[in-house]
């Protein structure tokens, strides 16, 4: 923020599908500021909603 620039890492996992990855994880960063975390730890929560998502069968 302010300017800065944040970089959250993909976390390695086995991926059975990535349909909702992107849903899970902008439903986990809203949730995770709108509780009160940085930005950087909701993106950080954010990626690890999305990666157990993409290990998941079905949307």
């Known amino acids: ?3 800065q620039n944040i970089h959250v ?3 390695k ?3 059975l599908n990535t349909t909702t990855a992107g849903d899970c994880f902008v439903g986990v960063l809203a949730s ?3 509780r009160g975390l940085s930005l950087e730890d909701a993106m950080k929560r954010a990626t690890i ?3 157990i998502a993409c290990t998941r069968a079905g949307s």
């Open 1 to 3: 923020m302010n300017g």
């Open 9 to 11: 890492s993909a976390m």
């Open 13 to 15: 996992v086995e991926v």
């Open 32 to 34: 995770s500021m709108n």
């Open 49 to 51: 909603g999305a990666a």
